[in-house]
């Protein structure tokens, strides 16, 4: 019997034992069937090193055991268990261990409508929120979203979420004077948005976007935190996330996100994940696959 739900509300479920892990690197991806939540992401790493990169949606991030360290926007921050981390799309950031016994996150990405564009300057400056009921908030959401059935209890906990995490970001929004440079890199990064699957050549993009090409890596640079072939690698891997959720096999996601080949994919899949596409999907053990009862 076909579903009678939404595109965007149907569970796509996977399981994977834990067990075929590599030491160090247990994850968990799924996609849950609430509208606003583009993934949700568990995770155990002990050695694994996010490289700088960015992402195209909010991630609201709590961590459960150890410590993070992590720049954002080129400045020093960390990520403790009793903080709520936000970090906002369209920013540079990367992250590590900050002891050695690793640790453990739950991490909600959350879609870039979820909240205003225009808070994205307060979440760069403060993307620590001590907050406990918030904190408490978001890890009953994650409980509720591992649950099949109780979606809407989730949607109720995401938009009450959303509502504290605006008057926090409300509180004391700066006001920035975008750089001179901001819309020649804006425009590059809409361009690599625009052709992330089939690439473009730097000659190429600066002729587009009349400009010298050292100017447009230079300008970019200075914007975003990264070079432009770094954010097109970061979006491309991304991309194959997103497809290998929806059930494409890695070798298919491969082409699909604009990777050489599968190998292309696992190199940077891995630099970026810390697991390999055939190893990043699976859903807490509480969790029965879609169609199952």
């Given at each position: 019997m076909a579903s009678s739900l939404p595109a965007y509300r149907r569970p796509v479920l996977y399981v994977l034992s834990v067990a075929t892990r590599p030491a160090g690197s247990h994850v968990s991806a799924w996609r849950p069937a609430v509208a606003g939540v583009a993934e949700v992401f568990h995770a155990h790493f002990v050695d694994h090193a996010y490289p700088r990169h960015i992402h195209d949606v909010w991630t609201l991030l709590i961590v459960d055991d150890g410590a993070v360290r992590y720049d954002l926007d080129r400045h020093r921050h960390g990520a403790l268990r009793t903080s709520v981390t936000l970090l906002p799309p369209h920013v540079a950031h990367d992250g590590r261990a900050a002891t050695a016994d690793g640790f453990r996150k739950r991490v909600l990405y959350l879609d870039t409508s979820a909240l205003d564009a225009e808070l994205i300057g307060r979440a760069v400056d403060q993307p620590g929120i001590v907050d406990p009921q918030l904190r408490d908030r978001i890890h009953l959401l994650?409980?509720?979203?591992?649950?099949?059935?109780?979606?809407?209890?989730?949607?109720?906990?995401?938009?009450?979420?959303?509502?504290?995490?605006?008057?926090?970001?409300?509180?004391?929004?700066?006001?920035?004077?975008?750089?001179?440079?901001?819309?020649?890199?804006?425009?590059?990064?809409?361009?690599?948005?625009?052709?992330?699957?089939?690439?473009?050549?730097?000659?190429?993009?600066?002729?587009?976007?009349?400009?010298?090409?050292?100017?447009?890596?230079?300008?970019?640079?200075?914007?975003?935190?990264?070079?432009?072939?770094?954010?097109?690698?970061?979006?491309?891997?991304?991309?194959?996330?997103?497809?290998?959720?929806?059930?494409?096999?890695?070798?298919?996601?491969?082409?699909a996100a604009g990777f050489f080949d599968q190998a292309h994919l696992t190199r940077h899949f891995r630099r970026y994940l810390g697991v390999s596409p055939a190893r990043y999907l699976g859903v807490p053990s509480g969790i029965r696959p879609a169609g199952r009862r």
């Open positions: 994650h409980r509720a979203l591992a649950a099949p059935g109780d979606e809407f209890e989730a949607e109720g906990r995401l938009a009450l979420i959303l509502d504290r995490l605006h008057a926090q970001l409300r509180r004391h929004t700066p006001v920035g004077v975008a750089p001179a440079a901001r819309g020649l890199a804006v425009r590059l990064r809409e361009l690599l948005d625009a052709r992330t699957i089939e690439g473009v050549t730097l000659r190429e993009a600066a002729a587009l976007l009349h400009a010298h090409p050292t100017h447009l890596v230079r300008t970019f640079t200075t914007v975003h935190g990264v070079p432009p072939h770094s954010y097109l690698t970061g979006r491309r891997v991304e991309v194959a996330r997103r497809l290998l959720l929806a059930g494409q096999r890695p070798a298919e996601v491969a082409v």
